[in-house]
């Protein structure tokens, strides 16, 4: 079983950054595909960037050049850099698991990740 916990959300301005953090209950980052989605109240679910097995990442057009997904293999820790705070960017943010190599054709999709943490609080205000 696979236990994720994230933490490092909160409450920033437009413009400015947090780091999101997620453990991982066991040695598992560097088999896996991972991921950070985000859902706002009243919104569907999106997912914000993934990367693979052999570090291979992918974001959503809407984070690209401001967010950053990275690992550390040997804390087993996932982490997602997020800069140029937009107040959309306001949303639960979750880190999650597939049990692949790689992220797939649709690397977003989180319909293929099984396991999932508790999420995080975001707050941008302008």
């Known amino acids: 079983q696979v236990h994720l916990v994230e933490s490092g959300g909160g409450s920033a301005q437009a413009g400015g950054s947090l780091r999101l953090s997620c453990a991982a209950s066991?040695?598992?980052?560097?088999?896996?595909?991972l991921g950070w989605f985000r859902q706002a109240p009243g919104k569907k679910r999106e997912g914000v960037a993934v990367i693979d097995a052999d570090g291979t990442t992918a974001y959503a057009d809407s984070v690209k050049g401001r967010f950053t997904i990275s690992r550390d293999i040997v804390k087993n820790t996932l982490f997602l850099r997020m800069n140029s705070l937009k107040p959309e960017d306001t949303a639960m943010y979750s880190c999650?698991?597939?049990?692949?190599?790689?992220?797939?054709?649709?690397?977003?999709?989180?319909?293929?990740?099984?396991?999932w943490g508790q999420g995080t609080q975001v707050t941008a205000s302008s």
């Open positions: 066991s040695d598992i980052f560097r088999a896996y595909c």
């Open positions: 999650a698991l597939r049990e692949s190599l790689y992220c797939g054709v649709r690397p977003l999709n989180g319909a293929s990740f099984g396991y």
